[in-house]
């Protein structure tokens, strides 16, 4: 790669911007620590678990070089590390943890409690196939299988964006009094090292002040948080929760113009649309698949065929107006999901199918499971999905799997693979 | 009848419009530790009696502020307080977990030792009712061997001996740990102020009778208190360090028939029963004696140091800045 075309690059990925003090080329774990030590986290409680542990390593670093004046506590457990976050954003103070997976099942309840407590925790979780059998690769059931716990979702495409999304997620999470979990791919973000333009920290306390809770425990101001309380009132509690998790949405949009004034860099709020403008087939999907999607969007618009794509950034809250307002412009919708609700269907076109069943357009929509337990998502795949969107008027089925071995329902088995599949549809 | 005078500290914190159940030992407890602590104080309570007894929302007694937390989290919630509040360059305030004994021995016992290992800097006092008595009397680890509950029905009583909570902090080698009961308040108090000027993690066990659990009649809470520590069933003791084991009462030792024929709970007892649990009380007695004097030997020559050196101990724990030391 020549000078100008790296020079080009960093441009896009908003590498020479103003803002930018250096460019690192780091994991996305690495990618989150740093994203804390800019954010001035004061407690992190964390408990390590493969793939995050690059992320507490990393800041165990930084704390003790005293590059982040924060308390470290290196608790016994997710369970415990959930629960010292809590504690300490009661007290008043910014907290953090990061887990994957089985830690992230294991601080299940105290998610609930984070939420219901209105503390604005921020977590990073590297998205972990759940055991068993054990799995240390991506796919998204951790954390999709948390999506009614009252945490704010979002998925990173890029290390870029992990440490971007870190950043605008306090300020969100202050703003709104909600937990936000940021979501990464195992391995294929947090053990790949990727160039990540660090800001320059005056630009980002511009960005992001210190926090001033809202509530918190103080002996000068005696008060009871989470006393019980009874059917009279427990129901309004909710409703007020769900409300923050309303206006969210608003204030996800603004916080991303605002970090993009400031950094150069946008995510377009809770979902970014690619080469949708004239598209009449687009695949919704989320976290790294998108990038690979963007290629396979290329390689297709290339040969004249009219695919988007539209990556699902923010899963909670759910972007209903944005997948409302694409469905009134296209034909077909495809929903990729890294995830399977046994019983169901992949979590997203679940949730998109009930976003659309009340909206005034109602394109096709088509459901694919792929990549469960880090099974590579390529170009390959997506082109599959991609020809199976152009070749059929419906789904055959609620689910189709992509990709699976020795079974009526795999793609590849029936040898549809997607260069055959776009011969026969040049004119397409 | 003489009186007998305490030497209490005279604010009450706590207020009498409470939802405990008369002679609640649980509720004398947090009485003498918000005594002890003073206002500036957080209290953590996890699921137990006391999540009930402070109040519905929007009421509130203990007249500090209170986190209701996760039953098995008041030891790492107590954690993060405390490091948030220090963040904040509050280095003052009294962080307080308190918690039931299933909180504690049981559910909460993984977050306890972590907390205690990692030398957390905060007080927990657990008030023992030996049973989870806010579900309605079932058994625990805290539960003493042949008593009745809705778990251990009388034709198959419990049948293991209480958990060592005691021994096994101490295993963890925190800095401050004492028993303590509501009928010696002077003694409670005492061990609550020096808990408070301590740096690290104390622990407070707290024997805490429950009339409707253990079946006697509320006016009995404190003579049953009292029966307890003077059979020796629940000595009151301090353990520095992990090792260095002290007394602060001499029981008269009277037998333990008396303090069981108190309770419905023990009710069903067999003569020989009543032996097997003498017996084991004499065992755990003597053993109890034998770290007395093991600790006279081995940490009596510190004993001056300690006393020389509290004051400027106590000034170095009042300056510090997240250091966590022992100081006494």
């Known amino acids: 790669m020549g000078m100008n075309d790296t020079n080009d690059l960093h441009k896009r990925n908003g590498l020479m911007h103003p803002s930018v003090d250096k460019v690192l080329v780091i994991e996305g774990t690495h990618a989150a620590s740093y994203a804390v030590k800019l954010a001035k986290v004061q407690v992190i409680a964390a408990y390590p678990i493969t793939p995050q542990t690059g992320v507490v390593e990393k800041l165990s670093e930084i704390v003790s070089h005293r590059d982040l004046n924060a308390k470290f506590i290196k608790v016994e457990s997710e369970h415990s590390a959930m629960a010292c976050c809590i504690g300490a954003s009661i007290s008043g103070a910014r907290a953090f943890t990061a887990t994957s997976s089985q830690g992230l099942a294991l601080m299940h309840e105290l998610l609930h409690w984070a939420a219901g407590s209105r503390l604005p925790i921020v977590m990073v979780n590297v998205n972990r196939a759940m055991a068993p059998p054990w799995s240390i690769y991506v796919d998204h059931n951790d954390s999709l299988s948390q999506r009614d716990t009252g945490w704010i979702q979002f998925y990173a495409e890029s290390n870029q964006e992990v440490l971007d999304t870190v950043l605008q997620a306090y300020k969100i999470a202050e703003i709104v009094s909600l937990p936000i979990m940021i979501n990464l791919d195992a391995f294929v973000l947090s053990h790949t090292s990727e160039p990540v333009a660090i800001p320059k920290q005056d630009i980002v306390d511009e960005f992001l002040p210190g926090r001033e809770a809202l509530f918190r425990v103080n002996p000068d101001e005696p008060r009871a948080f989470g006393a019980l309380i009874g059917p009279e009132a427990y129901m309004e509690m909710r409703y007020k929760l769900f409300q923050a998790m309303e206006d969210a949405r608003e204030v996800i949009r603004k916080v991303d113009s605002e970090y993009s004034e400031k950094f150069g860099r946008s995510y377009g709020g809770l979902v970014e649309e690619y080469c949708t403008e004239d598209a009449e087939i687009v695949l919704m999907t989320s976290a790294t698949a998108v990038s690979t999607a963007r290629i396979a969007v290329d390689e297709l618009r290339s040969l004249g065929f009219p695919v988007g794509l539209m990556k699902v950034r923010a899963f909670r809250p759910f972007p209903v107006e944005e997948i409302r307002d694409l469905a009134r412009r296209v034909h077909k919708i495809g929903v990729m999901d890294r995830n399977i609700s046994f019983g169901a269907t992949g979590m997203i076109y679940q949730e998109t199918k009930a976003v659309l069943y009340n909206a005034p357009v109602r394109p096709k929509l088509f459901g694919f499971i792929a990549g469960l337990g880090g099974r590579d998502i390529t170009p390959e795949t997506i082109k599959d999905i991609y020809s199976y969107l152009l070749n059929h008027d419906a789904p055959e089925s609620e689910t189709v799997w992509i990709g699976l071995k020795s079974s009526q329902e795999s793609r590849s088995d029936r040898g549809d693979s997607s260069s055959e599949a776009f011969g026969q549809n040049e004119n397409l | ?328």
């Not at chain 2, 009186?3 to 207020?15: A, C, F, G, V």
């Not at chain 2, 929007?58 to 954690?79: K, N, Q, R």
């Not at chain 2, 003791?237 to 037998?255: A, K």
């Open chain 2, 1 to 328: 009848m003489g009186q007998i005078k305490y030497h209490l500290p005279p604010e009450e914190i706590l207020s009498p419009g409470h939802f405990a159940c008369p002679g609640c030992g649980g509720t004398l407890t947090m009485r003498y530790v918000l005594k002890a602590l003073g206002r500036k104080t957080v209290v953590v309570i996890p699921a137990c009696c006391w999540s009930v007894i402070d109040g519905p929302v929007p009421y509130s007694a203990a007249g500090v502020p209170v986190f209701h937390t996760a039953f098995e989290t008041a030891a790492s919630t107590a954690s993060g307080i405390k490091a948030g509040l220090e963040m904040q360059g509050d280095y003052e305030t009294t962080v307080v977990a308190v918690a039931g004994d299933g909180g504690t021995f049981d559910i909460g016992f993984q977050a306890l030792s972590g907390a205690a290992e990692r030398n957390e800097d905060f007080i927990y006092v657990c008030y023992d009712n030996e049973a989870y008595m806010n579900t309605g009397i079932q058994r625990s680890s805290a539960t003493p061997y042949g008593a009745w509950t809705t778990t251990t029905p009388t034709d198959s009583p419990k049948a293991e001996k209480k958990k060592d909570i005691i021994q096994i902090l101490a295993a963890h080698h925190i800095p401050y740990l004492a028993t303590a009961s509501v009928a010696y308040p002077d003694d409670m108090i005492a061990k609550i102020q020096k808990a408070k000027v301590i740096r690290g993690m104390r622990f407070i066990h707290v024997f805490s009778p429950c009339p409707p659990g253990w079946k006697f009649e509320p006016e009995d809470s404190i003579k049953i208190s009292r029966m307890a520590i003077e059979s020796r069933v629940f000595p009151l003791l301090e353990v520095y360090d992990g090792t260095d084991y002290r007394l602060t009462h001499e029981p008269t030792g009277g037998p333990v028939r008396d303090y069981l024929k108190m309770q419905g709970r023990f009710r069903h007892l067999k003569e020989a029963d009543i032996e097997v649990i003498q017996k084991n009380v004499d065992e755990e007695w003597e053993g109890l004696k034998g770290k007395l004097a093991y600790s006279m030997k081995v940490h009596k020559s510190n004993n001056s140091v300690r006393s020389q050196d509290k004051d400027v101990s106590l000034a170095k724990a009042q300056s510090r800045k997240g250091i966590k030391r022992n100081v006494r």
